[in-house]
């Protein structure tokens, strides 16, 4: 499937993979600010917009807890998974399918193992999938940068938090802009 770059938000949800606690240490301090920034404004955007926004956990037990300043926020409790892929997770399949939607915004951890097997599956599973690339992170840039070429050789446009959220907004001076723009700033 050819990459659909144009975000709809009657069609589109939010994702956030596996931002936890025990698992937050090992990132790069400033990629993990922007990480946290911007999938933050994902999670506002979302519920501003009124799409799903979904958080999974990968084995809690042992990574821990999505970080508070993400999960408080969230609409939902993460769903926990044991495989890498939230698609090859079946709960996580089951809720993503139940909201309707076939386009995915995808924020979190790490960007060559999760991010990249969720992508690509979800990419099989006939979803279009936008990764972005401030909200992803690895424990090193060579990891990020490679799993961001994996999601796009996948068929994941690879975007922006920012870029998405501009996209799903789709015009400036209305009171839904004035409310979420202020979350990219």
């Known amino acids: 499937?050819?990459?659909?770059?144009?975000?709809?938000?009657?069609?589109?949800?939010?994702?956030?993979?596996?931002?936890?606690?025990?698992?937050?240490?090992?990132?790069?301090?400033?990629?993990?600010?922007r990480l946290v920034k911007y999938a933050k404004a994902l999670i506002g955007a979302g519920k501003e917009l009124g799409l799903p926004v979904l958080a999974t956990e990968q084995y809690p037990k042992g990574l821990g807890r999505t970080l508070p300043e993400l999960r408080e926020p969230l609409p939902a409790a993460p769903i926990e998974k044991m495989h890498f892929s939230c698609g090859a997770d079946p709960g996580f399949a089951a809720a993503l399918e139940?909201?309707?939607?076939?386009?995915?915004?995808?924020?979190?951890?790490?960007?060559?193992?999760?991010?990249?097997q969720t992508a690509r599956d979800l990419v099989a599973m006939g979803?279009?999938?936008?990764?972005?690339?401030?909200?992803?992170?690895s424990r090193t840039e060579e990891h990020r940068r490679v799993g961001l070429d994996l999601c796009r050789e996948a068929g994941?446009?690879?975007?922006?938090?920012?870029?998405a959220i501009f996209d799903l907004l789709h015009q400036a001076g209305t009171a839904e802009f004035k409310k979420v723009a202020p979350l990219v700033k």
């Open 1 to 33: 499937m050819t990459p659909k770059p144009k975000l709809d938000r009657s069609r589109a949800a939010i994702l956030i993979v596996d931002v936890q606690d025990r698992l937050t240490p090992a990132m790069p301090p400033d990629a993990l600010a």
């Open 98 to 116: 139940a909201t309707g939607r076939k386009q995915v915004v995808i924020a979190g951890m790490e960007a060559h193992v999760c991010v990249f």
């Open 127 to 137: 979803y279009e999938v936008h990764v972005c690339a401030d909200a992803v992170s």
């Open 156 to 163: 994941a446009v690879i975007t922006t938090a920012e870029t």
